[in-house]
Each structure stands twice: as C-alpha cells, then as structure tokens.
C-alpha cells in the first residue's frame, strides 16, 4: 500500500494505491482507515474503484453500507475514483448519485475532482 499525501485547503487528503484490493470487507475497511490515520494523520482518502472488491458495488451484498457506515462512523471521508459507467443498477446509480450530493462519500471520475470534494469538507 502506497499512500501519498495531498494539502489542500490546510486538508491532508490521502491518495492509497495499491495492486491489492483493499477494501473486501468490513475489516479490510477498518484496517484502511487505521492504517491512513497513522500513516499519514488524514481522515480524508482517496482509492481506486480497482481497488474495491466486486461485491461492494452490488448492493444486495450490503457490504456497500456496512463498510461506508464505518467511514461515517470514524469521520473519515472517502472519494472512490473510477469509471461508474457500467454499472447497469439503478440502485446503484441513485446510491452513487445520493452519495455524491452529500459531504461524506463521494464517486467521481478522477483524482481531480475528488481532491476538490474532499478539500470543501
């Protein structure tokens, strides 16, 4: 896991790659959020969609909710960068759609306009 840091706004946003999943399940979760508030002091992350399991975009599974809840739960907030597009779920598409209207959990595109979500919180 790599984690590089990003000030912005006098916000530390954590930028997390890694070529492994690191979000599978709720533990996986909890271990990102501790891992980035030790390694880098921020309640503020960005991750690839990659880096997501398959199952937290089918929200049957509830792992979507469960996971994000401990984000809310920690105060950490969380922008997941990707390509959305294939996603046939109209659940998925209005959970995604609600998440981005709030200040918490965002969806977006790229790095770019996940710095700036995260940087107005």
């Known amino acids: 896991m790599n984690i590089r840091t990003i000030n912005t ?3 530390e946003i ?5 070529s492994d999943k690191l979000i599978n399940d709720v533990q996986s979760a909890l271990d990102l959020l501790a891992t980035v508030s030790y390694r880098a002091d921020s309640n503020h992350i960005i991750i690839n969609k990659s880096e997501v399991c398959d199952e937290f975009f089918d929200l049957i599974t509830r792992l979507a909710g469960e996971v994000l809840q401990k984000f809310i739960n920690y105060q950490t907030k969380i922008a997941i ?8 779920s109209k659940s998925l598409k209005d959970f995604i ?8 959990i965002f969806f977006l595109p ?11 919180s």
């Open 97 to 104: 759609y609600e998440s981005n209207d709030g200040k918490d």
């Open 9 to 11: 706004n006098g916000i």
């Open 81 to 88: 960068i990707g390509d959305f597009s294939s996603y046939s």
């Open 14 to 18: 954590a930028y997390v790659t890694s």
């Open 110 to 120: 790229n790095e770019d306009l996940a710095i700036e979500k995260l940087s107005k």
